[in-house]
């Protein structure tokens, strides 16, 4: 390995270290989590510099990982709104083929969604191998959004006696055995909250309002859901705490810079690949030779 890789490396797990929930640690996110820390990153310039050596690893990783086409790595982004997670993905991602990249933004269920189990419709959408997913929110938002608005179950029409008895340990225990199922299928999920602070996100939704390029970005709805801040604290408490797991950990990424933001997941997704380790594969015998009968055939075409 080169050097300045090793180095990269290094960089990448002290840098992520600290923002890995530990399975079976009770998590409670105001406390345990600053959304403003930069965890010595000295600054935006810095950040930018080492975003980019990041993407050029990303880029390495994700060539191999097609070519390999044996394993599948899952992103899932979750935060409040402006969190900036449609950002992470544009500039994490920037520098991948895209042929290689499947992106969904989950939205509200349609009604034939809404005829299967929670579950269906993340599962029809999972990555393939050699590819990379990403969920930008995520069947996480069952166990989030559901959970503080929990009129949302009936839209579900679940039958009576599943809405009561501990729905949520339930999902919890689903989810878990969903995720552990994937990994051991070859798909390593890879798990991110956006961590953003109130006021944060007080100041973009104003930067909505008052710049008419980003008035398109605005809706009435973001800010009637401001009014349960206190609510989504504590279902981000609860789904970190069961659901952060020896095979699909929860990473709380602070999201109050940006920079800062793209930095972190691109360090996350970059350890996952690099403890997939993928690996160009080696042509087989009869493969090589016919490789080299037609290098000596395209040769004396060049030299002639």
């Known amino acids: 390995m080169r050097a300045g890789m090793t180095q990269q490396l290094r960089f990448v ?32 310039a ?20 097609a070519a390999q086409d044996s394993y599948g790595v899952l992103l899932v982004l979750q935060g409040l709104d402006a969190a900036g997670k449609d950002s992470t993905v544009k500039h994490v ?27 269906w419709r993340y599962q029809r959408a999972l990555p393939g191998r050699g590819q990379i997913g990403v969920y930008n929110r995520s069947h996480y938002e069952e166990v989030i959004v559901v959970r503080v608005h929990p009129e949302l179950l009936a839209n579900e029409r679940l039958p009576e006696e599943m809405r009561t008895g501990g729905i949520w340990t339930r999902r919890y225990r689903e989810i878990n055995d969903w995720e552990r199922y994937l990994v051991d299928n070859g798909i390593r999920v890879v798990k991110v909250l956006l961590n953003l602070s109130r006021q944060e996100q007080a100041r973009r ?19 009637r859901e401001r009014q349960h801040w206190d609510d989504y604290q504590r279902a981000f408490d609860q789904m970190l705490t069961h659901t952060s797991t020896e095979w699909a950990p929860w990473y709380v990424v602070p999201a109050d810079h940006k920079w800062f933001t793209r930095l972190a997941t691109a360090a996350i997704l970059i350890d996952t690949l690099e403890e997939i380790g993928p690996q160009y594969p080696t042509p087989p015998p009869e493969i090589r030779e016919e490789m080299a009968k037609a290098r000596a055939a395209l040769q004396a075409d060049v030299e002639a």
């Not at 399975?23 to 959304?35: A, H, I, M, S, Y």
């Not at 950040?47 to 994700?62: F, H, K, P, T």
């Not at 991602?93 to 929670?118: C, I, W, Y």
């Open 93 to 119: 991602m920037s520098g991948v083929n895209p042929q290689g990249v499947r992106a969904h933004s989950f939205k509200e269920p349609t009604t034939e969604e809404l005829d299967h189990d929670f579950l």
């Open 205 to 223: 939704f104003l930067r909505r309002i008052e710049r008419p390029e980003k008035n398109w970005k605005f809706a009435p709805s973001d800010i």
């Open 13 to 44: 797990r002290e840098l992520i270290g600290p923002l890995r929930v530990p399975p079976g640690k009770t998590v409670e996110l105001q406390r345990d989590f600053d959304p403003a820390d930069t965890d010595g990153v000295s600054s935006k």
């Open 46 to 65: 810095d950040a930018a510099s080492r975003l980019q050596e990041g993407i050029e690893l990303l880029e390495d990783y994700q060539d191999r990982l």
